[in-house]
């Protein structure tokens, strides 16, 4: 059984950064398709950012130029890099992992993900 662990989320204000971490645990597979996604309060869980197992990324276009997704494997770690953060980025951020290779809407279909961390929170104040 796979175990998604997050951890670096904090407050920060606008224009600041944050370093997300997400450790993976009880992995057996090669290849995962590893993301990051965010839920602010009263709405919807969105996607942010995907790495592949050949490290080719997709980013939102809310983030991009913004973040950084990375990951490294010999360490099973997955990290998202927040740079000029806005208000609005505020929300708790998920890492989440799904078998095989991303696809192309691998940002857009949350339920495609089979393992899920808890989230850590993100506060950016004005």
């Known amino acids: 059984q796979v175990q998604l662990v997050e951890s670096g989320g904090g407050s920060v204000q606008a224009g600041g950064s944050l370093r997300l971490s997400c450790a993976r645990h009880?992995?057996?597979?090669?290849?995962?398709?590893m993301g990051w996604f965010r839920q602010a309060p009263g709405k919807e869980r969105e996607g942010v950012a995907v790495?592949?197992?050949?490290?080719?990324?997709t980013y939102a276009t809310s983030v991009k130029g913004r973040f950084t997704i990375s990951q490294d494997n010999a360490k099973n770690t997955l990290y998202l890099q927040m740079n000029s953060l806005k208000p609005e980025d505020t929300a708790m951020y998920y890492c989440?992992?799904?078998?095989?290779?991303?696809?192309?809407?691998?940002?857009?279909?949350?339920?495609?993900?089979?393992?899920w961390g808890q989230g850590t929170q993100v506060t950016v104040s004005s």
């Open positions: 790495i592949d197992s050949d490290d080719s990324t």
């Open positions: 009880g992995s057996t597979h090669s290849y995962y398709c």
């Open positions: 989440a992992a799904q078998l095989g290779l991303c696809e192309s809407w691998a940002l857009d279909v949350p339920s495609d993900y089979n393992y």
